[in-house]
């Protein structure tokens, strides 16, 4: 399975972005809303063995990458939307909205419990 990172910042060796590159304190309202809170549903995808902090404040954020089985990301990304108006990718944006409204408009096949 290959899960495609978001919210990675930059590291020696890496070509991730500068999370300071990021900031965009205008993006407010139901779309970051709706961002933050996919972010915190995410699944556990693996646990470290210490906690990240945080690059622009250094708040303790987590110690696990969380997934929803096509992207993959830090426990503590939703801190950088709410606390410092970093705004993800559209790319991200997009699947978090797309997926948003597929789960709205999902049906139940019935009210019963598969046996």
Do not use: N
């Not at 407010?28 to 210490?50: C, H, K, N, P, Q």
């Not at 929803?68 to 709410?82: A, K, N, Q, R, S």
Request: aromatic residues 14%.
């Amino acid at each position: 399975m290959e899960l495609r990172r978001v919210g990675y910042w930059a590291d020696p060796g890496t070509d991730w972005p500068q999370v300071q590159d990021m900031i965009d304190a205008e993006w407010t309202g139901i779309e970051r809303d709706a961002v933050v809170s996919y972010l915190r549903r995410g699944f556990v995808a693996r646990a470290w063995l210490g906690y990240a902090k945080c690059r622009l404040c250094g708040t303790q954020l987590g110690d696990l990458d969380l997934t929803d089985g096509v992207f993959i990301w830090p426990e503590g990304l939703d801190h950088y939307v709410t606390a410092h108006g970093v705004r993800l990718p559209d790319w991200f944006v997009c699947h978090v909205v797309t997926r948003q409204e597929q789960y709205e408009a999902a049906d139940c096949i019935d009210g019963c419990w598969a046996v």
